[in-house]
């Protein structure tokens, strides 16, 4: 459910407690309804359009992380500052309250989000912290963006479709040299190949001393973000391994890793049907990766809003 307002903030909160007021009177004979909220999470969507899938999308990761959502989306030429309130709900299976968060629909005006960002400082739940999600590779070049960083406590973004990784990795580092707390959902998608990795030097199918070389291919005309991860990663845990990256005839993204011993190799490959396939060693198996859609990348991202360690070593590297 949602209704227009005007954009003054006080309008805005105002109009939430009567939008929460009128929802407990509807569904008092239904078992009521519990107000729930862990965070503000701001979400810069790349268009309108976009906005309507950025909608949905933190519909689901509500059920898990509750907050209070405010969509942002760049108005056409000549655009007012807009705004509307919603609200989504949920019953939890086998209970008849309604558990529900709410939100924000933000239009930016002519003056784009340096005044939407004076707007959003008494949108901001008290005490709790906020998120920013900019999405589009567009937000990983400095820009319009920049006036909203400094209200999050930490920023997502995802380098997938960056054309120019080295850039985007050096704008993630400056950020996170003027102590702005960073993530990148391309990161998060490595989360299921780390595993795989570890596990063999767990299972001692290779003991880290004994690596000499490590090879990380990538598929697409230019290398990615997630290749220059991987293999920062790979040089942080084995710092005597020699780590290349290379080119190979593959989709974009994440092909193959291969180690090398003084005797023998393993080599980990994207295969079909979202597994890896694993051989040498004395292995040969395939194993599943996690999901890699947005709302299972941002479940995962939500769930650590403290320092990420594994991370910035791999992104300083």
Same mark, same amino acid.
């Given at each position: 459910?949602? *209704?227009?307002?005007?954009?003054?903030?006080?309008? &805005?909160?105002?109009?939430?407690?009567?939008?929460?007021?009128?929802?407990?009177?509807?569904?008092?004979? =239904?078992?009521?309804?519990?107000?729930?909220?862990?965070?503000?999470? !701001?979400?810069?969507?790349?268009?309108?359009?976009?906005?309507?899938?950025?909608?949905?999308?933190?519909?689901?990761?509500?059920?898990?992380?509750?907050?209070?959502?405010?969509? /942002?989306?760049?108005?056409?030429?000549?655009?007012?500052?807009? =705004?509307?309130?919603?609200?989504?709900?949920?019953?939890?299976?086998?209970?008849?309250?309604?558990?529900? %968060?709410?939100?924000?629909?933000?239009?930016?005006?002519?003056?784009?989000? %340096?005044?939407?960002?004076?707007?959003?400082?008494?949108?901001? !739940?008290?005490?709790?912290?906020?998120?920013?999600?900019?999405?589009?590779?567009?937000?990983?070049?400095?820009?319009?963006?920049?006036? +909203?960083?400094?209200?999050?406590?930490?920023?997502?973004?995802?380098?997938?479709?960056?054309?120019?990784?080295?850039?985007?990795?050096?704008?993630?580092?400056? +950020?996170?040299?003027?102590?702005?707390?960073?993530?990148? +959902?391309?990161?998060?998608?490595?989360?299921?190949?780390?595993?795989?990795?570890?596990?063999?030097?767990?299972?001692?199918?290779?003991?880290?001393?004994?690596?000499?070389?490590?090879?990380?291919?990538?598929?697409?005309?230019?290398?990615? *973000?997630?290749?220059?991860?991987?293999?920062?990663?790979?040089?942080?845990? /084995?710092? =005597?391994?020699?780590?290349?990256?290379?080119?190979?005839?593959?989709?974009?993204?994440?092909? %193959?890793?291969?180690?090398?011993?003084?005797?023998?190799?393993?080599? &980990?490959?994207?295969?079909?049907?979202?597994?890896?396939?694993?051989?040498?060693?004395?292995?040969?198996?395939?194993?599943?990766?996690?999901?890699?859609?947005?709302?299972?990348?941002?479940?995962?991202?939500?769930?650590? +809003?403290?320092?990420?360690?594994?991370?910035?070593? =791999?992104?300083?590297?």
């Amino acid at each position: 459910m949602g *209704t227009a307002t005007t954009i003054q903030p006080e309008r &805005i909160l105002k109009d939430l407690q009567q939008l929460w007021a009128q929802m407990a009177v509807d569904q008092a004979d =239904a078992g009521g309804v519990l107000r729930a909220c862990a965070m503000t999470l !701001v979400v810069v969507a790349e268009n309108a359009a976009d906005a309507e899938r950025v909608r949905q999308t933190v519909g689901v990761l509500m059920h898990n992380h509750p907050s209070r959502a405010v969509i /942002l989306h760049p108005g056409g030429s000549g655009a007012e500052l807009d =705004a509307r309130i919603f609200a989504e709900c949920w019953k939890p299976f086998g209970k008849t309250q309604q558990i529900c %968060s709410e939100g924000i629909e933000i239009t930016a005006g002519q003056s784009g989000f %340096s005044e939407v960002a004076k707007f959003l400082v008494p949108l901001r !739940v008290p005490d709790l912290p906020v998120v920013l999600w900019c999405r589009g590779a567009a937000a990983l070049e400095p820009g319009p963006l920049e006036p +909203l960083f400094p209200l999050a406590d930490k920023i997502i973004f995802d380098s997938s479709q960056v054309t120019d990784a080295d850039s985007a990795l050096q704008f993630l580092r400056r +950020l996170r040299g003027h102590g702005r707390r960073v993530a990148d +959902l391309h990161w998060t998608r490595l989360t299921g190949w780390r595993e795989v990795l570890a596990h063999l030097f767990d299972d001692q199918a290779l003991q880290p001393a004994e690596v000499k070389g490590a090879q990380v291919k990538f598929g697409g005309s230019s290398v990615t *973000t997630c290749a220059r991860y991987f293999a920062a990663w790979i040089r942080t845990a /084995l710092p =005597a391994a020699r780590v290349t990256i290379e080119s190979a005839e593959a989709p974009r993204g994440l092909h %193959s890793v291969k180690l090398s011993t003084s005797s023998d190799s393993l080599t &980990i490959t994207l295969g079909s049907d979202h597994c890896v396939e694993v051989l040498g060693c004395g292995r040969h198996y395939r194993s599943m990766l996690p999901s890699s859609s947005e709302e299972a990348l941002m479940q995962e991202e939500l769930g650590i +809003l403290g320092p990420d360690p594994v991370y910035e070593r =791999a992104l300083s590297a």
